[in-house]
């Protein structure tokens, strides 16, 4: 059954343009069933899992000489983020996209990185989760040039040369890796780096990772591109970057790397902590003179992403369940954010938020959604965002990482600021010019984002059984570190 | 191993040209030569002097052969190249029809 994660959105690119030489409208039709039903396998995983781990091996052939899929605990939490915000994102594009010229282009290459995205994901060989890697980068280069104005092109442009030198720093460590042990799967290369140690390449190969993957998921001395690729595409490609793809791209693929096949240790521990709190602090101040609507909401996505990174590098059980559960809540308030925006934009064609003004009388619906995210990604209880950060602030005083917790704690406090701003200048305030004609946005777009502000006050509340059924599956998966090749490999 | 550190000095100058040019052709260059020189690594991983393509064949057994595996990733990570030399090809073009210009100075309307 694990292949279906990767044939039903590849099947569904491959007929999307033929689609829509028939009729625009089955475009639409054919990307909502491969997005609901890519939910429903999804959510289906949890159930696969509990009875242990599942490997697929691609035409028969076993681990060390095929390539092999494997569904753990990671995995299907990494699932579950994909396609929730992927098919919510393609809900929302049905409205949307009627402003762009060519929607099964956008379709086409929408399912093209939800293959990536799954495959990525699902892979159990590194040479693998590189092609599917390329698949996901060269879709979001291409959706973020979708709209082929001067500031796109050049925003997707300055993400194309970053992305390409992230990629080719991480093909050089595969290669190298692969010179030493000359085997790809994933697992048996753990192996054979116990059974035969080489610190100095592996001490290489580790820097190169984590360079490459940093500059993926735009950590913050790497993170130039971001800030203009993420407000350039689509409000919904908008949802999909800085909702899942920086973090499956950088931030998953880094993990598995780190903690299953190389093996984690406090150097690496304290090269992530320390990229967290720079990521948390310099974003969150990047972000607070912003007015450019988007632009603000891709700043946080840099220091959120420090939140996850750090709690991940602490290392401890906590830490771990901590950074996990944080990915899941900032996949859903921030894609719902990235919506919001694109609803406005879409009413009022305008981002500039000194521009906006009194939109919570005029787009309930926007507004109050808005607020749930908002809310959310500051930490205010019962809503999600605080108890992951909650988990994370507690992890780290137990590790004794003082400055790290309290650098928690200050961003939280000013990414409240910061939000304060955003509804008091989008949503509450008098309007300078009240212009009657601003409407309420379609159907699905409505829709898409009550979905998600619905998940966010729903995983706030019922926390702990969540964090049982998803979180804490996931987290083993890291913590068992290197002993996941023998799980794989059955030795 | 002077194969290999040539290589590596390949990829650097081709890292280099991509970040530092000014010219948005000449970083499309560059990017061809990074790709260039981490398949050349790949190949020389697989390399063994005086071995022949491991071929099945019923008359002889082939003893001494160069690995196989890396020259088979190295055709998909050729095709990969190709899709992004193509969309970055693609994005200059749009580029200069936008900005009337190559040089990535003049082409600076995203600033903070």
């Given at each position: ?46 159930h ?15 681990p060390p000489?095929g ?14 983020v994909?396609?929730?915000?992927g098919s919510?994102?393609?809900l929302?594009?049905?409205?949307y ?15 093209l990185?939800?293959a990536?995205?799954n ?8 040479f693998?989760?590189?092609v599917?890697?390329e ?9 973020v ?15 194309l ?27 048996d ?10 610190p ?16 993926k ?14 407000p350039?595409?689509p ?15 950088g ?17 690496v521990?304290?090269v ?9 602090a ?13 632009r ?10 420090g ?15 901590g ?22 934009e879409?009413?009022?064609?305008t ?8 939109l ?7 507004s ?9 990604i ?14 994370i ?8 990482n ?6 928690c ?29 601003i ?13 998600l ?30 002993n996941?090749a023998?799980s794989?490999?059955?030795? | 191993m002077s194969?290999?550190?040539l ?8 890292i ?7 010219n ?25 002097p ?26 998909t ?6 899709g ?29």
């Open positions: 059954m694990l292949p279906i994660f990767v044939i039903i959105p590849l099947g569904c690119a491959f007929l999307m343009p033929i689609a829509g030489k028939l009729r625009q409208g089955f475009c639409q039709v054919l990307a909502n069933i491969c997005g609901l039903s890519l939910l429903f396998f999804s959510l289906n995983s949890i696969w899992l509990k009875s242990g781990l599942k490997i697929y091996y691609l035409g028969g052939w076993q000489f390539i092999c899929m494997v569904l753990d605990g990671l995995t299907v939490l990494m699932l579950l994909v396609n929730i915000i919510m994102s393609l929302y594009s049905v409205d996209i009627r402003k762009f010229t060519s929607p099964a282009f956008y379709y086409t290459l929408f399912c990185l939800l990536g995205l495959g990525m994901v699902i892979s159990g060989d590194l693998n989760l590189f599917f890697l698949i996901t980068s060269i879709a979001s280069y291409s959706l040039a979708f709209g082929t104005e001067a500031e796109e092109l050049e925003a997707a442009f300055k993400y040369v970053l992305g390409s030198v992230a990629s080719s720093l991480i093909l050089l460590a595969i290669g190298m890796l692969l010179g030493h042990v000359s085997t790809l799967n994933m697992a290369i753990s192996r054979s780096l116990s059974n035969s140690a080489a100095d390449l592996v001490f290489y190969c580790l820097a190169l990772f984590i360079a490459g993957f940093a500059l998921s735009g950590l913050v001395p790497f993170h130039a591109w971001l800030a203009d690729a993420h350039a595409a409000a919904p490609m908008s949802a999909m970057l800085s909702g899942v793809v920086i973090k499956t791209m931030v998953y693929a880094l993990c598995r790397v780190i903690f299953n096949i190389i093996g984690f240790n406090s150097a521990s304290s992530l902590t320390w990229l967290g709190i720079i990521s948390m310099i974003g969150v101040l990047l972000a607070i003179g912003q007015w450019d609507f988007k603000l909401l891709a700043y946080h996505s840099i220091s959120q992403i939140y996850v990174v750090f709690g991940i590098g602490l290392g401890t059980p906590l830490g771990i369940a950074g996990l559960f944080h990915l899941f809540n900032h996949s859903l308030f921030k894609s719902l954010l990235f919506l919001n925006s694109g609803s406005v879409f009413s009022t064609a981002r500039r938020l000194d521009k906006l003004g009194g919570s009388s005029q787009m309930p619906v926007t109050a959604t808005s607020l749930v995210a908002s809310l959310s500051a930490g205010i209880p019962p809503l999600c965002g605080f108890w992951s950060k909650l988990l602030i507690i992890a780290a005083f137990q590790a004794n003082f400055i790290g917790g309290w650098v704690i200050a961003v939280a406090m000013v990414t409240l600021a910061s939000f304060l701003k955003v509804q008091k200048y989008a949503f509450n305030r008098k309007a300078k010019e009240v212009s009657s004609n409407k309420e946005v379609p159907f699905f777009m409505l829709l898409a984002m009550v979905v502000a619905i998940l966010c006050i729903a995983i706030g509340l019922w926390f702990w059984p969540f964090m049982e059924l998803v979180i804490t599956p996931a987290a083993n998966v890291l913590l068992e570190g290197t996941y023998k794989i490999l059955g030795v | 194969l290999y550190v290589c590596f000095i390949l990829f650097a100058i081709g280099y040209c991509l970040l530092v040019k000014k948005l052709v000449k970083k499309v260059v560059g990017l061809g030569i990074a790709e260039y020189a981490i398949n050349l690594f790949f190949i020389l991983l697989g390399y063994r005086g071995a022949e393509a491991p071929i099945l064949d019923p008359n002889r057994v082939i003893t001494d052969f160069v690995d196989p595996l890396p020259q088979a990733l190295i055709l990570s050729i095709v990969i190249g190709l992004v030399t193509a969309l970055m090809v693609a994005i200059v073009v749009r580029l200069y029809e936008k900005y009337k210009t190559f040089d990535i100075d003049e082409i600076r309307r995203l600033r903070g």
